[in-house]
């Protein structure tokens, strides 16, 4: 049974940090793409960052360049979500997801029906 366990959410104010984490277990954790996703109230979900399975290669939204940095730890079965200057537009329940499909296209890691097993979310409330 594919489980994915986000955490690390919560109430920053704008310019601190947070570092989500993402447990995964039930499948082969090291053979999927893994992808952050966020939605904020009223709002379409919407990609955040991707990492291959190799590590090789990372994707991210233009929103969050240059202020976020995903990572994952195949040994440990996790990714994580490194979230630097915060912004009260980066509030919203993040998402943590896995495909085993995702590559080798990269414009794959960006859409939400690449991904095949979801979390429960995380809430990240950035106030200003």
């Known amino acids: 049974q594919v489980q994915l366990l986000e955490s690390g959410g919560g109430l920053v104010q704008a310019g601190g940090s947070l570092r989500l984490s993402c447990a995964a277990s039930?499948?082969?954790?090291?053979?999927?793409?893994m992808g952050w996703f966020r939605q904020a109230p009223g709002k379409e979900l919407e990609f955040v960052a991707a990492?291959?399975?190799?590590?090789?290669?990372?994707y991210y939204a233009d929103s969050v360049k240059g202020r976020f940095t995903i990572s994952r730890d195949n040994a440990k079965n996790a990714v994580y979500l490194q979230m630097n200057s915060l912004k009260p537009e980066d509030t919203a329940v993040y998402y943590c997801a896995a495909g085993s499909r995702v590559a080798p296209s990269s414009s794959n890691y960006y859409i939400p029906q690449s991904y095949d097993d979801w979390g429960q979310g995380t809430q990240v409330t950035v106030s200003s």
């Open positions: 039930g499948f082969t954790f090291s053979s999927y793409a």
């Open positions: 990492i291959s399975w190799s590590v090789e290669k990372t």
